[in-house]
């Protein structure tokens, strides 16, 4: 069991579809990241947040939408999705930003399929 | 801009046998180097990093890597393999890019333990 948790862990979906990934983290920490992995590739980062503000979006299509509600919670809502989108999401937090040498704490992530 | 190269996607070791994962930057200016190790169907887990001091750093699980500044490596070591290593282990770079700190990960090599 890790301080961050992301739901759902699986998700199949068609390309008109839209769907929402969850991350929440109970580390008290203030910033929040989205990174996609796939497979024979480096981790990519998406997005960060530090203290609800997004600090850093990394050239990301507009299909995926970011959402930080509060510095517990993280959203990543998907629509349009194409299917090289296939990929394992990874949801991270840390106490500082991870570029300043803080520890990064991932969740499970989500494994995405489109169809 | 910052890269890192690590060496082998895909190293195997027999149990009991020396883990070397290699690993080298490009940076211009001091960085801060981590090694996060991913068992299966888990997030990434930070296993040790080096920010300022002591050039040899000991993490968890016995592992260790030494920072070298002249041949801009930061290779990780385990003395004694163990079945439960059989992961991926990422080595991430974070410099200064302008104002703020990038952390920039590896492709990841794939450890395999034989028995």
């Known amino acids: 069991?890790?301080?961050?948790?992301?739901t759902?862990?699986?998700l199949v979906m068609g390309m008109t579809n839209k769907k929402s990934l969850k991350c929440e983290q109970h580390l008290g920490h203030n910033a929040m990241?989205?990174?996609?992995?796939?497979?024979?590739?480096?981790?990519?980062?998406?997005?960060?947040?530090?203290f609800k503000e997004q600090t850093e979006n990394n050239s990301v299509p507009s299909r995926f939408s970011p959402e930080?509600?509060?510095?517990s919670h993280l959203f990543l809502h998907l629509h349009t999705l194409q299917p090289e989108d296939s990929a394992l999401y990874l949801c991270a937090s840390s106490q500082g930003l991870a570029g300043g040498g803080g520890e990064l704490f991932f969740g499970e992530g989500s494994r995405l399929t489109v169809l | 801009a910052q890269s890192v190269t690590q060496l082998g996607?895909?190293?195997?070791v027999s149990e009991g046998a020396l883990v070397l994962l290699r690993c080298n930057y490009s940076s211009s200016v001091p960085p801060y180097l981590f090694w996060y190790v991913q068992y299966p169907n888990q997030g990434l887990q930070l296993l040790l990093k080096y920010t300022t001091g002591a050039t040899l750093v000991k993490g968890i699980n016995g592992f260790e890597a030494e920072f070298k500044k002249s041949e801009t490596s930061f290779h990780l070591t385990k003395p004694s393999a163990h079945m439960s290593d059989a992961a991926e282990y990422f080595c991430a770079v974070s410099q200064r890019v302008g104002?703020?700190?990038?952390l920039t990960f590896g492709s990841g090599t794939q450890l395999t333990v034989l028995p």
């Open chain 1, 33 to 50: 990241y989205w990174y996609k992995q796939s497979a024979k590739k480096p981790l990519e980062l998406m997005f960060v947040y530090n």
């Open chain 2, 99 to 102: 104002s703020a700190r990038q």
């Open chain 1, 68 to 71: 930080c509600p509060n510095s």
């Open chain 1, 8 to 10: 759902p862990r699986h």
């Open chain 1, 1 to 6: 069991e890790t301080g961050v948790t992301q």
């Open chain 2, 9 to 12: 996607s895909h190293v195997s």
